[in-house]
């Protein structure tokens, strides 16, 4: 999730559009002007930054304690709020010892604070991608990958414009293998509820999101190579390497302190398993290593990176952020579902029946929708970043000052959440981005490292993929609202569930949602999907 970025363009996947604001033609620039940037406010008082780290070692520890297992991740951060009666406070963040050489941060929670973390210029972002500790890079082939890179570094430029050039290689293919994806997913789910009464999700979810992209970004479907279908799987445990010191598994804490968060896993008992993705990158993107020699690149550094990229990053992404929009989305009820599903039949009916850039245009609930649900759940809800020089830091309250070599932690949910810049920040709000004010409401949107209204480059730490990741969460509501009318939620612990039956649901997990009625028969039907959520934590 950790300043950890769903992937990745400055090229934009050729379509600007999608991350404009909802009124935004393909090739046009938001109508509203931006008010001028202010300066630090003379009225506000320059304070000392509350908080302390507490005894060595002890200190971390029990504010890992508190923060896994005594309070949990928001209260943790609520409660030192309303102690400090501050935004912005000193804390310790796991892991901690042994993992993490040195855990102090900075943590800044509020909307006004926050954005400092995204201005390179004042913040480095040297091997900070999972927080306070790094992975050793014996998971990643022996190379420090690009997410680990600080734009100062001059490999950084040539690697995020090969990711860059993968994307608008790509992008007549993305809507297409979409489409083509997904069609089959839903196919799988209808015909597994028919014979079973239910179907697992997130399964078949990570599956078709797996098959996608590869197919998308390298003419490329794992079933038909030697990984078969094993990807998803492969990737998970992969991934929980990197990010198992900051995870939370449901285990006894005593036993989940020993296992994850005291010493590194051993890279070699995946060590099999990474080389079978990696066989699979190297034989599928000979084009990008092409061009990767071109800037000076080796082949097997490039796929390492793209592997990286694909896997990590935007798979991550969409294993995590899908089933979010599922859950937002049937929360809302019947009449967003409705007006979803008109307004997205109508613009692709307009368009002769095909989906489209052009008939995407016209759907400016969906988009509201999508970027709505970035808002409030973001896929990405950490980043950390480094203070070059002596900095002064503003919150709406006070003014900061922090020292050259401080490192600072953004909680993102509380930023995007923040009361003083979003009425009703708690809520779901489907039209929120509508509209001029909706607009002017996009420069907080801050899931991909950086505003919504500004665009990666290989100068700074925006998600180069960040056009992209936008465009697939679109096509997501829209293929669904293609099929189904409604849906219904109830939220438990551990896994979401659909069920099909008439018999009521019972909470066997962590979300359970109904799919009521399928838009291709007048007649409801009840449909049930099971999706297990592990959350990969900062994605």
Not at 327 to 356: F, P
């Amino acid at each position: 999730m950790a300043s950890v970025s769903l992937p990745f363009t400055s090229v934009h996947l050729q379509c600007q559009a999608i991350v404009r604001p909802v009124r935004a033609s393909v090739s046009g620039k938001p109508s509203v002007s931006e008010p001028p940037v202010k300066t630090l406010s003379e009225k506000l008082p320059l304070k000392k930054i509350p908080g302390n780290y507490g005894i060595p070692f002890v200190g971390p520890i029990k504010d890992r304690l508190d923060y896994f297992y005594n309070q949990g991740r928001d209260e943790f951060f609520k409660s030192k709020i309303q102690k400090y009666q501050s935004t912005v406070f000193r804390t310790n963040m796991p892991p901690g010892p042994f993992i993490s050489p040195d855990p102090k941060v900075i943590a800044l929670l509020d909307g006004k604070s926050f954005p400092v973390l995204f201005d390179v210029s004042k913040i480095e972002k040297k091997d900070l991608f999972t927080g306070t500790y790094m992975p050793s890079i014996d998971l990643t082939g022996g190379y420090r990958i690009l997410s680990y890179l600080d734009p100062s570094e001059p490999k950084h430029a040539k690697l995020k414009q090969l990711i860059f050039f993968l994307l608008k290689s790509s992008a007549k293919r993305v809507i297409p293998e979409f489409e083509a994806c997904y069609t089959e997913l839903y196919d799988t789910l209808d015909k597994e509820l028919a014979e079973k009464g239910k179907s697992s999700f997130q399964t078949v979810n990570d599956q078709a999101g797996f098959n996608f992209l590869c197919r998308a970004f390298f003419r490329s479907n794992p079933p038909d190579t030697k990984l078969g279908d094993d990807g998803p799987s492969l990737i998970s445990k992969w991934v929980f390497f990197q990010l198992g010191p900051v995870l939370s598994l449901g285990l006894p804490k005593y036993v989940e302190e020993l296992v994850i968060r005291t010493f590194p896993l051993p890279p070699f008992l995946v060590k099999k398993d990474y080389q079978r993705l990696y066989d699979f990158f190297y034989h599928s993107s000979g084009f990008v290593q092409d061009e990767a020699e071109k800037l000076g690149i080796s082949r097997e550094e490039v796929c390492h990176n793209l592997l990286f990229a694909t896997c990590f990053n935007t798979f991550g992404g969409m294993k995590i952020f899908f089933p979010n929009m599922l859950k937002w989305i049937s929360r809302a009820g019947v009449k967003l579902h409705t007006d979803l599903a008109q307004e997205i039949r109508s613009a692709i009916r307009s368009n002769g029946g095909k989906l489209t850039m052009a008939a995407m245009e016209q759907m400016p609930l969906m988009k509201s929708v999508v970027y709505e649900g970035l808002r409030i759940e973001p896929p990405v809800p950490s980043q950390y970043g480094r203070a070059k020089k002596d900095l002064l830091i503003e919150s709406h309250d006070a003014v900061y000052q922090v020292k050259a070599g401080e490192m600072l932690y953004g909680y993102q949910p509380f930023a995007t959440k923040d009361p003083k810049i979003f009425e009703n920040p708690e809520e779901f709000v489907p039209d929120r981005f509508m509209g001029d004010d909706g607009e002017r409401l996009l420069k907080h949107v801050l899931w991909s490292n950086g505003p919504e209204t500004e665009d990666p480059t290989t100068a700074n730490k925006q998600c180069a993929g960040k056009d992209f990741v936008v465009l697939v969460s679109r096509l997501f509501v829209v293929e669904l609202f293609r099929r189904y009318d409604s849906f219904e939620i109830e939220v438990g612990k551990t896994m979401v569930i659909l069920t099909g039956s008439d018999q009521p649901v019972k909470p066997v997990g962590s979300r359970i949602v109904q799919i009521i009625r399928s838009s291709n028969s007048l007649e409801a039907r009840r449909r049930s999907i099971t999706l297990s959520s592990i959350n990969f934590g900062s994605f």
